[in-house]
């Protein structure tokens, strides 16, 4: 590729999973559009199939291609039977294909390399399962950025764990893990990977240059901003909330006109969104106490529903109460595939959202000041899920000693948010405002990472020099 030499080069390299590869991309864009990078993304193809749409449509809406410099490189992952080349995402991945994807993906190495060799890009930005990214640039003398697109408060959590042996000392006990919460935490990083590098998820802090970004805002997590920053002896950059602001207009669909059209016809604030991310799958016992929770409630919703199939289930009818969809029909709209989920979120109608709490669901929703219904399964969703408690912007659902929510702890929950103008009103008051407080934050925390990327490249490109 031809190397513009007006510009500093700027390697992005998310992890392959969709919740890390578009807020990589959101990063992207606000940096392509500073004339001063230019910017090489490079992923899967799998990836790259869907970022190249979100591409086009943006360099439609910037009206000028020299203003969106980004280029897609492409990443070959080594062959695999098991993993053929659509499987090289995690949307919609098998569960059971995740740990062959993630060590896939560690194979990859050696042809990241390559792509660092032919670039030779003035700055590397590198994500969770891959240090030796980060450690393959500073071989080349080329800095390497750490973005986070976790929050700040699981990983201030996770970094005093990893450095303290304990979270009974954690600053923030209003942020906590139940053991059975603790011990999905230590599923994140297959076994492999974390012998191979002993502190594994932290190296990327060492590795990282003198600052580290992070998917966050000042507004909702300033204290663990703070302190994450006291714990790895780095300035921790928050680069703002990433909202797919471009995913609202390039999903304009059938599918999407109709949900839409469905939502045009309900009252303000009258409709809860559920939906549990990318990659999860209920089980259907929890499947089954949702809708019977929502059957309770008598709230409008769309259901985003995924769930891991029984092998003879071949309707979505199998998996729910019998006559459900029936009963609901009219104030109830089940999606059995992708949804616009940040588009839904941002219509009037929408008064609440049943969330896992990955995080970037947490952004979308308070980002457009929708409270949060708290549903978490594991990782990080726990702590994003306490978060937003602790900040008044929603409510977590009470949970049986099997781990699942009951239709009562639903319906409850649901009503406390949607159904009540009681003093529940004061947490849709909370959630407004800390997104209008985010959408003020946006080009402020976007304009200070690009200038702190701009000394980082000048430092380069002057020492590249002085060589
Ligand atoms: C960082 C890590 O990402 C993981 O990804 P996951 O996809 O589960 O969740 P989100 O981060 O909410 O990301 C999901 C993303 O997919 C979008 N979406 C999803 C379903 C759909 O039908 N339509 C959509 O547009 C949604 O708008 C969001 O942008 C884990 O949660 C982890 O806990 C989290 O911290």
């Known amino acids: 590729m031809e190397k513009d030499e007006t510009k500093f080069t700027?390697?992005?390299?998310?992890?392959?999973a969709y919740s890390h590869v578009f807020p990589f991309f959101e990063l992207a864009k606000s940096l392509s559009k500073r004339r001063t990078f230019h910017i090489y993304f490079c992923s899967s193809a799998a990836n790259l199939g869907s970022i190249e749409n979100n591409l086009n449509n943006h360099k439609l809406r910037c009206n000028d291609d020299d203003d969106v410099s980004i280029d897609l490189v492409e990443l070959q992952l080594p062959p695999s039977p098991q993993?053929?080349?659509?499987?090289?995402?995690?949307?919609?991945?098998?569960p059971n294909l995740v740990p062959i994807l993630l060590q896939t993906f560690q194979e990859s190495s050696s042809s990241f390399s390559r792509i660092l060799i032919d670039l030779k890009p003035d700055l590397l930005i590198y994500d969770f399962f891959q240090p030796w990214a980060a450690k393959q640039a500073l071989s080349l003398s080329i800095p390497s950025i750490y973005f986070a697109t976790a929050g700040a408060a699981p990983f201030s959590y996770f970094h005093h764990l990893h450095t303290h042996g304990s979270a009974s000392t954690?600053?923030?006990?209003?942020?906590?893990?139940?053991?059975?919460?603790?011990?999905?935490?230590?599923?994140?990083?297959?076994?492999?990977?974390?012998?191979?590098?002993?502190?594994?998820?932290?190296?990327?802090?060492?590795?990282s240059c003198d600052i580290v970004l992070i998917k966050s805002s000042k507004g909702l997590e300033q204290k663990y901003i703070d302190y994450l920053s006291v714990l790895c002896r780095k300035k921790v950059v928050p680069t703002g909330p990433l909202?797919?602001?471009?995913?609202?207009?390039d999903d304009d669909d059938d599918e999407s006109e109709v949900i839409m059209q469905w939502l045009s016809e309900k009252d303000r604030f009258s409709t809860v969104l559920i939906c549990f991310g990318s990659e999860h799958l209920l089980p259907k016992e929890q499947i089954v106490e949702i809708a019977k929770g929502l059957e309770q409630c008598c709230t409008n919703f769309i259901w985003i529903v995924r769930f891991i199939m029984d092998e003879n289930a071949l309707r979505l009818e199998d998996e729910l109460p019998e006559g459900f969809l029936e009963r609901v029909?009219?104030?109830?709209?089940?999606?059995?595939k992708w949804a616009p989920q940040a588009k839904i979120l941002s219509h009037p109608s929408i008064g609440g959202f049943v969330s896992h709490c990955g995080w970037s669901s947490i952004m979308e929703s308070l980002y457009f000041g929708v409270p949060i219904i708290a549903l978490?399964?594991?990782?990080?969703?726990?702590?994003?899920?306490?978060?937003?408690?602790?900040?008044?912007?929603g409510v977590e659902i009470g949970r049986g000693e099997n781990g699942i929510c009951s239709a009562e702890e639903v319906a409850k929950a649901i009503k406390k948010v949607i159904m009540e103008d009681s003093g529940e009103g004061l947490i849709r008051y909370n959630a407004r405002n800390l997104g209008e407080k985010m959408k003020t934050?946006?080009?402020?925390?976007?304009?200070?990472?690009?200038?702190?990327?701009?000394l980082i490249c000048k430092k380069s490109k002057q020492h590249a020099d002085k060589i």
């Open 10 to 16: 700027i390697l992005m390299f998310p992890w392959l």
């Open 83 to 94: 993993l053929p080349p659509h499987f090289h995402t995690t949307k919609n991945l098998p």
């Open 170 to 207: 954690f600053p923030y006990q209003e942020i906590y893990l139940s053991d059975r919460e603790k011990a999905d935490l230590n599923a994140v990083v297959a076994p492999e990977i974390k012998d191979a590098d002993q502190d594994f998820a932290f190296g990327n802090f060492k590795l």
């Open 243 to 249: 909202v797919q602001e471009s995913n609202i207009k």
């Open 329 to 336: 029909e009219g104030r109830g709209l089940v999606v059995q």
């Open 376 to 393: 978490p399964i594991k990782f990080d969703q726990p702590i994003n899920g306490r978060l937003v408690v602790e900040a008044g912007c």
């Open 441 to 454: 934050e946006k080009e402020i925390a976007a304009n200070e990472v690009a200038e702190e990327l701009l």
